[in-house]
T-cell receptor, first 117, second 115 residues
């Protein structure tokens, strides 16, 4: 049990579909993140939410739309994706975006493996 | 341009021997470094970290060494065990760069421990 749960674990969608990824954390953390892991590339930060407010959008295309209704839940809404968006999408949480990261690093979920056809 | 580089995509080590994973960085503002470990079908988990004011941090079988002048850090695992087989990610952050703190990851090194 990682404390960060992501659903679904696998998702196959067409380029015209609309789908959503869900993340839930049971750690009482205030900050939540979306990361993208593509093959042979570093983990890329997509979005950061702190106390439900988006504090960082790392130049992510608008076909990815995050939503954070509360500090425990984070969604990533997907629409009109491209095949190159196929990747592992990882959600993470931490007590605070920065100050506590030194003492309590990111806690990741197991990810959603997304395939865009 | 990648600021954190793990130039070895894979490494195989005999069980019981020492595993050494390397990481280089280019951003001199980085002042805190972390290693994460990832098993297949799981998210990365934190392993060990080091502040730039230190040159060594040890936790059981895991030791991280930092050479600031060379902008290089390494993770030593000794003795290596089969359960250590995983992908290891190096990450760095500039804690002191207020307003621009961002955790930057390397591409990972796949470690295989041979029984």
């Amino acid at each position: 049990e990682t404390g960060v749960t992501q659903t679904p674990r696998h998702l196959v969608m067409g380029m015209t579909n609309k789908k959503s990824l869900k993340c839930e954390q049971h750690l009482g953390h205030n900050a939540m993140y979306w990361y993208k892991q593509s093959a042979k590339k570093p983990l890329e930060l997509m979005f950061v939410y702190n106390f439900k407010e988006q504090t960082e959008n790392n130049s992510v295309p608008s076909r990815f739309s995050p939503e954070c209704p509360n500090s425990s839940h984070l969604f990533l809404h997907l629409h009109t994706l491209q095949p190159e968006d196929s990747a592992l999408y990882l959600c993470a949480s931490s007590p605070d975006p920065v100050t506590d990261r030194v003492n309590s690093p990111l806690h990741f979920g197991n990810g959603t493996r997304l395939t865009v056809t | 341009d990648q600021q954190v580089k793990q130039n070895s995509p894979s490494l195989s080590v005999q069980e019981g021997r020492i595993s050494i994973l390397n990481c280089d960085y280019t951003n001199s503002m980085f002042d805190y470094f972390l290693w994460y470990k990832k098993y297949p079908a799981e998210g990365p988990t934190f392993l060990i970290s080091i502040s730039s004011i230190k040159d060594k941090n040890e936790d059981g079988r895991f030791t991280v060494f930092l050479n600031k002048s060379a902008k290089h850090l390494s993770l030593h695992i000794v003795p290596s065990q089969p359960g250590d087989s995983a992908v290891y990610f190096c990450a760095a952050i500039a804690i002191s760069n207020f307003g621009n703190e961002k955790l930057t990851f390397g591409t990972g090194t796949r470690l295989t421990i041979i029984p």
